[in-house]
């Protein structure tokens, strides 16, 4: 059963402007690389939908997507903070990035898949209930989670995070409800510089110091992600799949290499295999470097598809 790879062209049409590290390369390096190595051959692509509004109000306030939507410039370049760059087509992208998590989640639940990857951008997992945040607009994570769970029934998910940066937004988001378990990874002290917290029984956050490397990253996930998620048993598994902190991504103190995503692939596969029948959404978050960000994406989708 091969794997959704899930994308949209309208992504590449968020012009964030010369120079934004956040930029349209991103999408076309991995499916370059996709193509160079074969592998897009044995996906199957799928066309994005647009989210639809009702799926969005699941994790975001009224009140902020008409904030966001009256944000979008008919012409040049709009802030929505200092990082956050809009311009005439960033809503259609981030609504397609958002509804890619849907399709994703109804994909798998029609047994038509049981992994989806959405290659996607903006990406989501700084965008709060109430706010634009760090290069994301709508917390496209989020959006696929709620789903999974008021349409499908579900009763546990799990989100993963091994983006470098803190996923503050998906935190705000599901703080407190027992049926989502997230599990982090990220440098500390760095952006968004969320404030530490005691961890909860559906909030694993593991900080990381700047200069930290493989040993560090896989004994937060073997000693901290695994048992939360065993215990937890999800029925689905999504991942913000966020590859910046890759010793080539200048965006971050964190030195992973291609090994470590492809181990951390593997154990979220495994989670996966043992709970919730395979089940895996995993959507774009961080990746700077457009080498070692197409690589990894390679590296991630052979294993969640079980070609590595």
Same mark, same amino acid.
């Given at each position: 059963?091969?794997?959704?790879?899930?994308?949209?062209?309208?992504?590449? $049409?968020?012009?964030?402007?010369?120079?934004?590290?956040?930029? /349209?390369?991103? =999408?076309?390096? *991995?499916?370059?690389?996709?193509?160079?190595?074969?592998?897009?051959?044995?996906?199957?692509?799928?066309?994005?939908?647009?989210?639809?509004?009702?799926?969005? =109000?699941?994790?975001?306030?009224?009140?902020? $997507?008409?904030?966001?939507?009256?944000?979008?410039? /008919?012409?040049? @370049?709009?802030?929505?903070?200092?990082?956050?760059?809009?311009?005439?087509?960033?809503?259609? /992208?981030?609504?397609?990035?958002?509804? !890619?998590?849907?399709?994703?989640?109804?994909? *798998?639940?029609?047994?038509?898949?049981?992994?989806?990857?959405?290659?996607?951008? %903006?990406?989501?997992?700084? !965008?709060?209930? &109430?706010?634009?945040?760090?290069?994301? =607009?709508?917390?496209?994570?989020?959006?696929?989670?709620?789903? #999974?769970? +008021?349409?499908?029934?579900?009763?546990?998910?799990?989100?993963?995070?091994?983006?470098?940066?803190?996923?503050?937004?998906? +935190?705000?988001? @599901?703080?407190? &409800?027992?049926?989502?378990?997230?599990?982090?990874? @990220?440098?500390? %002290?760095?952006?968004?510089?969320?404030? $530490?917290?005691?961890?909860? %029984?559906?909030?694993?956050?593991?900080?990381?110091?700047?200069?930290?490397?493989?040993?560090?990253?896989? #004994? !937060?996930?073997?000693?901290?992600?695994?048992? !939360? =998620? +065993?215990?937890?048993?999800?029925?689905? *598994? @999504?991942?913000?799949?966020?590859?910046?902190?890759?010793?080539?991504?200048?965006?971050?103190?964190?030195?992973?290499?291609?090994?470590?995503?492809?181990?951390?692939?593997?154990?979220?596969?495994?989670?996966?295999?043992?709970?919730?029948?395979?089940?895996?959404?995993?959507?774009? +978050?961080?990746?700077?470097?457009?080498?070692?960000?197409?690589?990894?994406?390679?590296?991630?989708?052979?294993?969640?598809?079980?070609?590595?």
């Amino acid at each position: 059963m091969p794997i959704a790879f899930i994308s949209n062209q309208a992504c590449l $049409l968020h012009d964030t402007g010369a120079d934004h590290p956040e930029c /349209a390369r991103r =999408l076309t390096a *991995i499916a370059d690389q996709l193509v160079a190595s074969g592998l897009g051959n044995v996906l199957q692509n799928v066309d994005a939908p647009a989210a639809e509004r009702q799926q969005l =109000l699941r994790v975001h306030d009224e009140a902020y $997507l008409d904030h966001l939507e009256a944000s979008i410039p /008919a012409s040049g @370049f709009a802030r929505l903070d200092p990082d956050t760059v809009v311009s005439p087509k960033s809503l259609e /992208a981030a609504l397609r990035a958002a509804g !890619a998590t849907v399709a994703a989640v109804d994909l *798998i639940m029609s047994g038509e898949t049981e992994q989806a990857f959405c290659s996607v951008r %903006p990406p989501g997992h700084h !965008a709060e209930h &109430d706010r634009a945040m760090g290069f994301c =607009l709508l917390n496209n994570i989020a959006v696929g989670a709620a789903h #999974a769970l +008021e349409v499908h029934g579900l009763s546990r998910v799990a989100i993963v995070d091994f983006d470098v940066h803190h996923g503050n937004g998906t +935190e705000d988001i @599901f703080e407190g &409800d027992e049926r989502v378990l997230f599990c982090s990874t @990220f440098q500390h %002290p760095f952006f968004p510089f969320t404030p $530490l917290r005691e961890n909860t %029984p559906n909030r694993i956050s593991i900080p990381l110091d700047a200069g930290a490397g493989s040993k560090e990253f896989r #004994a !937060a996930v073997t000693e901290h992600w695994l048992p !939360a =998620l +065993e215990q937890f048993a999800p029925e689905m *598994i @999504f991942v913000s799949a966020g590859f910046d902190a890759h010793v080539a991504d200048d965006m971050s103190h964190v030195h992973l290499t291609d090994d470590d995503f492809r181990w951390v692939s593997q154990r979220i596969i495994d989670a996966a295999n043992a709970t919730a029948s395979g089940r895996v959404v995993a959507a774009l +978050e961080g990746g700077y470097e457009q080498y070692s960000l197409a690589r990894c994406v390679e590296l991630h989708l052979r294993v969640l598809a079980g070609l590595d």
